[in-house]
């Protein structure tokens, strides 16, 4: 990999993370009412995603330029996780903090997004053994995993920290359902986006192990795809149910968001489409692939303008206007994934 495009496509996801945090601390700065609480916080908050991100970049690019050693491979998931954990841990004080709107609902997005940082962090720990899909690849089906790769225990561990962390997420948004209310809805329906995240982020963990360990069949081709195309679908068709279910006010945010999560599913099924049309072939148009994002991150973005000039008439669309700004972020950081995982593949 050329020296200039692996410092590259590290840098996005910082860059990308910096625009979040800056973007919701300055949020938070500009007023001290609710709308402002709520997406100042979720803004900052997405910068875990990003910095996890930046774990797997880093993972995966440092194997490639033959620079990846012990300290690396320790270090960089132990940042995503301690990231993870301190939005989470953030988030439950937040909940902690009483019954008013904005703490419940911030609270409990800041605790989903910890989730899915974790998830990712959890695709970067899967990566720390990515240089030998090629060696797995070059094997026979059926002979078995390539020296170095992880146990059977240790895969079936990775797989299930998304899985979960999923369930945990779902459970939590029950229970905010359970509860009633109009906040506790709006924070029970984005609460249980993100768990869609978490879940297709399954499909990721698993793509990466099963080929580590030579264990990737014809079926897996298309069974994950179609799984993260099914979580990404469920956001949009949630959050399309939701802005159409009432004319409540307060639907227009989760509606919203709801519909920018499904985006970043769409983003996350790149990567596992990508891993399985190269999979023991070659696919011509791989280098392609890494557009998906792209067209996501400015959906977003296009989504977040047209909000914007529809909260000066409409106060609900304020906080999904903003949260949209971080969401396409999220979505450009998967960009460098993405193309991270297509040089990796690719066929000399």
């Known amino acids: 990999m050329n020296p200039f495009i692996s410092v590259l496509f590290r840098a996005i996801p910082l860059l990308m993370g910096a625009v979040c945090l800056a973007f919701g601390l300055y949020v938070l700065s500009s007023g001290d009412d609710a709308g402002h609480f709520v997406a100042g916080h979720v803004d900052v908050a997405l910068t875990a995603i990003c910095i996890a991100?930046?774990?797997?970049?880093?993972?995966?690019?440092?194997q490639l330029v033959h620079r990846y050693g012990r300290v690396w491979e320790v270090a960089l998931p132990a940042l995503g996780y301690t990231v993870a954990v301190a939005t989470a841990v953030w988030g439950v004080t937040v909940i902690g903090r009483g019954d008013e709107p904005q703490f419940v609902v911030a609270g409990h997005v800041l605790l989903g997004i910890g989730f899915v940082a974790a998830c990712v962090s959890t695709v970067a720990t899967a990566s720390t053994k990515f240089v030998l899909i090629q060696a797995s690849a070059a094997r026979t089906p059926g002979s078995g995993p390539p020296d170095g790769a992880y146990s059977r225990t240790v895969a079936g561990v990775l797989?299930?920290?998304?899985?979960?962390?999923?369930?945990?997420?779902?459970?939590?948004?029950?229970?905010?359902?359970?509860?009633?209310?109009?906040?506790?809805?709006?924070?029970?329906?984005?609460?249980?986006?993100?768990?869609?995240?978490?879940?297709?982020?399954?499909?990721?963990?698993?793509?990466?192990?099963?080929?580590?360990?030579?264990?990737?069949?014809?079926a897996e081709r298309y069974r994950w795809t179609w799984w993260v195309a099914a979580m990404g679908t469920v956001n949009v068709l949630l959050g399309l149910g939701v802005l159409l279910g009432s004319d409540d006010p307060a639907r227009l945010a989760p509606g919203c968001v709801l519909i920018g999560l499904g985006l970043i599913c769409f983003s996350i099924l790149s990567k596992v489409v990508l891993l399985a049309l190269v999979w023991r072939r070659t696919f011509a148009l791989a280098n392609r692939i890494p557009l998906i994002p792209v067209g996501t991150a400015l959906a977003c973005l296009f989504f977040a303008a047209f909000l914007f000039v529809a909260a000066t008439t409409q106060p609900g669309f304020f906080v999904p206007a903003h949260v949209l700004v971080g969401l396409g972020a999220v979505c450009f950081t998967l960009f460098s994934i993405v193309s991270i995982l297509e040089a990796g593949t690719a066929k000399a």
């Open 159 to 218: 797989v299930a920290v998304p899985a979960l962390l999923a369930l945990t997420g779902l459970t939590v948004a029950a229970t905010l359902y359970a509860r009633g209310g109009t906040h506790a809805l709006v924070a029970g329906n984005v609460l249980t986006g993100l768990s869609v995240i978490c879940s297709a982020l399954v499909a990721l963990v698993a793509s990466i192990v099963r080929q580590v360990r030579n264990e990737f069949g014809d």
């Open 53 to 62: 991100l930046f774990t797997t970049a880093a993972t995966i690019i440092l």
